[in-house]
């Protein structure tokens, strides 16, 4: 039996590091949690005994300096994936870091070529990718909408804590960046290419970070996409495709669980029909494929090429709707 990949946490605040991620760590054969690392020791401390981590940190170099890690997750706020993903990543550690894989394409590119020079593994922690459902959906829009001719995909929800990193340009905050990765990422899958045009309008915060935005793709052969992101709207999470044959729809389409299991198809001629899709725990999955991975048990379900295409697009998006390019902290 291979053994489990021994894996360091840097950063103990993210909400879906702590409520997700680590305990999906926890439960899977294929991992073994080993260290956590935070700012405050007396935070670490905490969380390794939360989660029956040996060792705690209270810096994330140090960390880094543990020989018995070999891959570390980061679930820090956008602004801080590059430095502290090419640290990881020079200190040959394996790295799962968490959406978006980076500010820009330029960073990710940077990340992807310091893995590459140390030999180890990259991966974003896109977890959607890794639910059956996703699958499905491309299997759908590729074999029975016909044509594609729109798409819709939306992801909002309040964010009322004005102190979140989300508000921070410095931390690469925005709603674009933040989860726009959801609404284009199963865009260019279902595509197969980029946009060749794109459009944007966003509404700013005072932090000067966008609030709302609404983007405009058009992705040729007849094929548009429209998507929304926001911190001020209600709790939506939708995503469509319309083809000349049938329209797909699904609901909370963008962090499904073990009780997502359908779609709903509604040809052009009768009634619409509930599929099922399968389901599992996308966060157990996506751990246990990394781990695959790593090992040479398994090619990457979702390479750092397709983060770094579905960046540009985000890079292109920000730029027409004059979002400034987020700022690396100093």
């Known amino acids: 039996m291979t053994r489990p990949l021994r894996w360091g946490v840097l950063g103990v605040s993210g909400q879906v590091g702590r409520l997700a ?25 905490a969380e390794a005994e939360r989660f029956s981590a040996a060792t705690a940190y209270g810096s994330y170099r140090e960390l880094l300096l ?3 890690v070999e891959a570390v997750y980061i679930p820090l706020p956008n602004g801080l994936h ?17 959406k ?27 977890m959607t990718a890794f639910h059956p459902r996703s699958a499905r959906i491309l299997e759908l829009a590729r074999q029975a909408l016909g044509e594609l001719r729109f798409a819709h995909a939306a992801f909002t929800f309040p964010a009322r804590d004005p102190s979140n990193h989300r508000w921070r340009p410095e931390l690469g905050g925005g709603s674009l960046l933040d989860v726009g990765v959801y609404c ?29 935005c609404a983007a405009w793709l058009d992705f040729g052969a007849g094929f ?7 911190f001020e709207a209600p709790e939506r999470q939708h995503f469509e495709v319309v083809g000349t044959r049938a329209a797909l729809s699904v609901e909370r389409a963008f962090t499904p669980g073990p009780a997502d ?40 379900l979702r390479s750092v090429a397709d983060s770094i295409a579905t960046l540009r697009v985000l890079d292109r998006l920000r730029q027409v709707a004059g979002l400034a390019t987020p700022e690396r902290p100093t």
């Open 21 to 45: 991620v680590l305990p999906a760590l926890q439960q899977s054969p294929t991992a073994e949690l080993v260290a956590v690392a935070s700012r405050d020791l007396a935070r670490a401390r």
């Open 66 to 68: 543990d020989a018995a």
């Open 82 to 98: 590059r430095e502290w993903t090419v640290a990881a990543l020079q200190a040959g550690k394996h790295v799962l870091c968490e």
């Open 100 to 126: 978006p894989l980076a500010p820009s394409a330029a960073d990710a590119e940077a990340m992807a070529a310091a893995a590459a020079r140390q030999g180890v593994f990259l991966m974003e922690a896109y």
């Open 184 to 212: 284009l990422a199963p865009l260019l899958a279902i595509a197969g290419r980029e946009p060749r045009a794109v459009q944007a309008r966003a509404v700013l915060s005072p932090s000067g970070v966008d609030a709302s």
């Open 224 to 230: 548009a996409a429209a998507c929304e992101t926001s």
């Open 261 to 300: 299991d359908q779609v709903t198809l509604q040809p052009v001629d009768g009634p619409a029909e509930r599929l099922a899709t399968g389901a599992n725990n996308p966060y157990l999955a996506m751990v246990e494929q990394f781990a695959a991975a790593v090992r040479g048990q398994a090619a990457p």
